[in-house]
């Protein structure tokens, strides 16, 4: 079975392939909207931090840079 969301490069530009882009590319189509991916920047999706704060793609989603 192919891995969920596999990411690589091409000639510098970041190809996302697997089946749950499958599903995000399918529904776009569907119901006609855009989106963009971006690939997280560590190995940890981040966590909550002593001071309430977040950190990683966490922290994107919370801070409204993400969705």
């Not at 971006?38 to 919370?62: F, I, R």
């Amino acid at each position: 079975m192919p891995p969920y969301c596999d990411v690589r490069t091409e000639n510098g530009k970041k190809i996302f392939s697997g089946s749950n882009f499958a599903i995000i590319d399918s529904s776009s189509k569907k119901y006609n909207f855009t989106y963009d991916l971006e690939a997280p920047k560590g190995k940890s999706p981040g966590s909550k931090l002593k001071n309430g704060t977040w950190t990683g793609m966490l922290a994107d989603v919370y801070n409204g840079k993400a969705d």
